[in-house]
């Protein structure tokens, strides 16, 4: 196999796959830069609100409100939209998906020193929901994260179960609630092998399945640990989302009231 072909063996095999070097420095500085444009915008929001499409997810963290994450912000910014619809980005998802795609998801997570923010163990299957909006999801969704910063250990870097998406069920109770929660699933994550730590250096891509199992501790490091996270979906098989590639071509963002969206909760 063509060393270019590895990452989506990897894929399939284990769930998930790290891109390295996708994106090259200059553009992460300004994928960076969006990222501070937006943080400002949401900095003394003490509750959930949307602004147009576009929404800053703030939950109480002990006590504090913590922007969790921020959603579909590329409808207001439009060096986030180019990131979004990036041929360096839409080109790795196409090779999984093929030509023709729909967004489901754009959200940019901070994951800021000392915010407490956290993922519990999950499947993104929990939110592609009803199921007969997402024909195939196995075949036909995957979610793309873009590093821009490194992501270790000590920031919170995505941890994610080798072969968990294979039975391509739902296996896990809840969904974006904070590390704390694995409690309640500790039994099913028994039966699986370890965590891997996806650690990733600015400009890379971590792309994984909908029934992968996954989740994030909170930042213990000094230093943030920003992933800029879009979702995607195969056109025949899912009618959720906005079109995103028509024929390999990115098309711009366009919604109304007709467009349908999937509901992602967590406290
Ligand atoms: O930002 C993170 O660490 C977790 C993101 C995640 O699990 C998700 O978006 O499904």
Sequence with gaps: MAPADAWIAEYWERGFARVAGV???????????????ILALGRDLTETTKQGLAEFRVVPIAGKPTLKF????????????????????????????????????????????????????????AFRKPDAAYRDLYHCFLQ???????????????????????????????????????????????RFPSAVAALMDP??????NPFTIHGSQPN????????????????RDCDHGVPVTVDG????????????????EER
């Design 144 to 190: 793309a994260a873009i590093a821009v910063d490194p992501a270790t250990l000590e920031n919170g870097c995505l941890q994610l179960v080798p072969g968990s998406h294979h039975e391509a069920k739902a296996l896990l109770a809840g969904g974006y609630e904070g590390w704390d929660a694995n409690g309640s699933n500790q039994k099913v994550l028994d």
């Design 249 to 264: 071509q990115a098309v711009p963002l366009a919604y109304g009231p007709e467009t349908r969206w999937d509901v992602v």
């Design 70 to 125: 921020a959603k579909w912000a590329s409808s207001i910014h439009a060096g986030l939209d180019r990131f979004r619809t990036s041929p360096r980005l839409l080109s790795l998802v196409m090779r999984v998906l093929g030509p023709d795609l729909r967004q489901i998801t754009n959200q940019m997570h901070y994951k800021n020193p000392g915010d407490g923010v956290s993922f519990q163990m999950h499947q993104d299957c």
């Design 23 to 37: 994106f090259p420095p200059g553009e992460i500085a300004a994928l960076s830069a969006g990222f501070d444009d």
């Design 203 to 208: 400009g890379d891509v971590l792309l994984w």
């Design 220 to 235: 213990r490091s000094p230093f943030s640990r920003r992933v800029y996270i879009n979702g995607f979906a195969r056109t």
